[in-house]
């Protein structure tokens, strides 16, 4: 299931440097929760369920403005991780 994830999700972490300090910070949270699903098999579902809401985030743009706290607050809300 974790290859599930990375290939739904990996696609809309950009790659390059650009951006401000908050895209920046929304990328590098991104890669780090990624890392974790990648290795929290117990969890695959709310990984599954985070996946899907950054997917419709990107489709309808929002996820552009969002920042790393609020990236990881959606992946508390659907239980992929416990603050």
């Known amino acids: ?27 590098e949270r991104m890669i780090a929760l990624l890392h974790d699903a990648a290795h929290d ?19 309808d743009g929002s996820i552009r403005s969002m920042t790393g706290d609020e990236i990881e607050e959606i992946a508390v809300r659907v239980g992929a991780i416990h603050q």
Request: no cysteine; aromatic share 8%.
């Open 41 to 59: 098999h117990a969890g695959a579902h709310a990984w599954l369920e985070f996946a899907r809401r950054m997917h419709d985030a990107a489709v």
């Open 1 to 27: 299931w974790p290859d599930r994830i990375l290939r739904a999700t990996m696609q809309f972490v950009p790659r390059g440097m650009r951006g401000n300090m908050q895209s920046r910070g929304a990328r």
